[in-house]
């Protein structure tokens, strides 16, 4: 399944145009950034970043600021980490015309500038994200294949540059070119795999969620260049709920019949939650058996120190803020037997309850 390239709205035609071509009428040659060997460049990359405000403004709501800044730097950071490249950002001076402002990504080798900083606009402002979740087995692997073909260019071009970089201080001239036996990856389709990956997605949608916080910002435009002259790719603000993304509740982890030692049993009814020992940690956790809460509400079972259940137990998952996953809360489902200790042998007595199958829980009820 071939990846699909970024098309834009031109700003100044009106027409549908790819961002490779976008960027080469802007004057942008897109080979030089990509082939940063044979360009004379510094160890860092330029990046731009221009929030346009309502009514000509040059001021914006600085937590709004702040929030989305570091969702950016975030992101920035883990790109380079997915793509083995570490990064330091640093920031110039901000400008006005709306509120622009200056990043800088500086890098350990130079022939990594280019691949990064062609497809950072096209991350940004591309229309598209792929959940990883609901892709086919087959697009997944797709997707972590092109990601190793991304990454396996790029340190074919760091070994081509320090080829290059020692024959000149020997004073040899190599005219032998290797030879490409298939084109290198666009900008457009790194990008595409980047969104792929679930903290990349996260970053940049926790970034647009921040912009629409304020609402004098009226779109935000990025550009691989500080130069006034580089046409930016512009996303207006009717598009930024586009970019955001629910967060995702993961599918349970489930436990069945394990033992779940009893540290504050719940002996009357309400929502209070139970606490008990869960791999050597005490946990809150909701007792979803209504069977076993009624027994225990009749007090037909008595709890003592050291009481276990013998139940299928459920930890709930979700996404965090960086795309990572937390834990959003344990549940017991259905009670199977109560052992308690016997005097100060702690012999266990087994109480095998007769209970009926109990309801299924009800939605969001954890």
Sequence with gaps: MPLRPVRLICPL??????WGDFLSQQGVNVAKIINTGNASVSESGEFKVHYHLNGGEHQMDAVVRNRAEGELLALLK???VVLGLPVHLRTQAYSEGGLVEYLNLVF????????????????????????????????????????????LEIKEKEAAAAVLEAEKVKGVENKNKALELEPPPTPDEIAQVLLTRKKVARRRSNYYEALLGDSKIDAVGFAPSHAKSVMELRVPRERFSAYVIAKSDLEPLVYDRISLEIVSPVLRSGAIKW???FEKKIVSFELLDQAFRGEVASQKVQFQNGTTLICDFEVYQREDDAGDV?????????VHEVRTPQGGQRREEQLTLHLQDPPPPEEGSW
């Design 13 to 18: 035609t009106g027409c549908l145009v790819e």
């Design 326 to 334: 937390e834990i959003a809360g344990y549940a017991v489902t259905r």
């Design 108 to 151: 350990q080798n130079k022939d990594q500038i280019g691949t990064v900083m062609a497809l950072l606009s096209p991350l940004l402002g591309a229309p598209f994200y792929i959940d990883k979740i609901k892709q086919s087995k087959q697009q997944t692997a797709l997707n972590e294949l092109n990601l190793q073909k991304i990454k």
């Design 275 to 277: 606490r008990g020992i």
């Design 78 to 80: 883990e790109v380079g």
